[in-house]
Nanobody, 123 residues
């Protein structure tokens, strides 16, 4: 099992920035990819960004490209999501996820999930 704990959410004005963190523990050696997803009220959970842990390859949803950056710290077993130029439509609960498989953009490709952290962007 892999345990994931997110932090860093909060309330920010449009145009502002936030940095989310996700600390992984447990059988982290089995993790090959990690990702960030988000879910707004009344909407399905959607992919935001992913990273292949061993080589650091990153990939993003087109809707947030160039505004968000995913990164990792191997020593701390932590993945980050730096969010800039935030918009009200970025308001959602943000979830960290991990998988022992190659990783992708679908919810069902990830086996482990954090509890989520709320991000609210005011206009």
């Amino acid at each position: 099992q892999v345990q994931l704990v997110e932090s860093g959410g909060g309330l920010v004005q449009a145009g502002g920035s936030l940095r989310l963190s996700c600390a992984a523990s447990g059988r982290t050696f089995s993790r090959s990819a990690m990702g960030w997803f988000r879910q707004a009220p009344g909407k399905e959970r959607e992919f935001v960004a992913g990273i292949l842990w061993s080589i650091g390859l990153t990939y993003y949803a087109d809707s947030i490209k160039a505004r968000f950056t995913i990164s990792r710290d191997n020593a701390k077993n932590t993945v980050y999501l730096e969010m800039n130029s935030l918009k009200p439509e970025d308001t959602a609960v943000y979830y960290c996820a991990a998988t022992s498989r190659l990783g992708g953009r679908r919810v069902d490709e990830y086996e482990y999930w954090g509890q989520g952290t709320q991000v609210t962007v005011s206009s």
